[in-house]
């Protein structure tokens, strides 16, 4: 770890938090880790990611930083924050992901909060060509340098170099220092870095990480996965001596798709906050949290298992799906 250069983003280590009544309702013991509360502007798990890519475009003398993602993405809505810290540009590029996308989809949430910070935004019309956003991303980067900038670009479809999935080798540590008696790890699967530092950060321990899938289905996720992983061990000259057990996927609470609220993700937002007061938001964190209940009832989780749930943030997004969330508790 001491080869990647950090930029100092998050105050470590965050909350590690029991929640009672849903332990209670639940039948097992059950934990939030809130990463909810990491870095600036509402924060999120992508700070963690973010922390390692400033840190390798700090160390070359970056004065801009791109980035892609979906309309309403936490990660490019923190990258802003982040750059405003650091006196950087930032160029956010956002892809259209979700069909006949409503008005306040288009231009609240993470959008708003990534003009306030001073981000430019670009538009990219395509929502899973990950590869095309990527270029497009370079081919300003390659502008920005014949102006005389020094740009840096943070990929989502290049796999090769997962420097961003470090964060969450660090956030295994954390938790593994202030509680080592886990069962279950369950976090959201989405670009695959958290999930991926997740598998990597816990695999010398005893926790089994399940992702739940926010993006894609499951029998796209799994090969995404592992070819992170493998990425992730060519990076690090580090041979996690996993099978394929290890790769443990959910995707009961992805329909209907990415960026829409389906019942059983809403059920879940509900869950948490009439037991806990905990706001998760309706596409990320709720879609991720909905696995601890449904694989309880399941029996994947059993009884009196001790769970430790990654709160990933996302309440940028929050009031973008206003529309939708007005009709809860009607």
């Excluded at 929502?127 to 989502?156: F, H, S, W």
């Amino acid at each position: 770890m001491a080869q990647f250069s950090r930029a100092g983003l998050i105050t470590k280590p965050t909350p590690l938090e029991r929640l009672n009544r849903l332990s209670d309702h639940l039948g097992i013991d059950l934990w939030v880790k809130r990463d909810d509360l990491a870095g600036v502007s509402f924060g999120g798990n992508k700070t963690r990611q973010l922390d390692y890519y400033f840190g390798a475009a700090l160390a070359e003398g970056a004065d801009t930083i791109l980035i892609t993602g979906a309309v309403q993405s936490n990660f490019t809505r923190l990258a802003a924050a982040n750059a405003a810290r650091f006196g950087m540009r930032a160029i956010v590029q956002l892809e259209s992901r979700v069909d006949a996308p409503s008005d306040l989809y288009l231009n609240s949430g993470n959008v708003l909060l990534s003009r306030i910070l001073g981000a430019e935004v670009m538009h990219f019309p395509v929502g899973e060509d990950e590869n095309g956003a990527d270029k497009a991303l370079y081919q300003r980067a390659e502008a920005i340098k014949a102006e005389g900038g020094k740009p840096y670009v943070i990929p989502l479809g290049k796999i090769e170099n997962p420097i961003g999935a470090l964060g969450y080798v660090d956030a295994a540590k954390e938790i593994m220092a202030e509680d080592q008696g886990f069962d279950f790890i369950v976090t959201g699967s989405g670009s695959g870095m958290t999930h991926t530092g997740l598998i990597a950060g816990f695999a010398p321990y005893a926790p089994h990480v399940i992702g739940s899938c926010v993006r894609r289905e499951k029998s796209l996720q799994i090969p995404r996965i592992t070819a992170l992983l493998a990425a992730y061990q060519d990076m690090t000259g580090e041979d996690l001596g996993l099978s394929d057990t290890d790769i443990d996927i959910w995707d009961g609470a992805l329909a209907p798709g990415y960026g829409k609220m389906g019942p059983v993700a809403e059920a879940a937002m509900t869950l948490m906050a009439q037991y806990e007061g905990l706001i998760i938001d309706p596409v990320y964190t709720a879609k991720s949290f909905a696995a601890v209940p449904e694989m309880v009832e399941s029996g994947q989780i059993p009884q009196g298992a001790r769970v430790c749930y990654i709160h990933t943030g996302g309440l940028g997004a929050f009031f973008a799906y206003q529309d939708q969330l007005s009709q809860l508790g009607a």
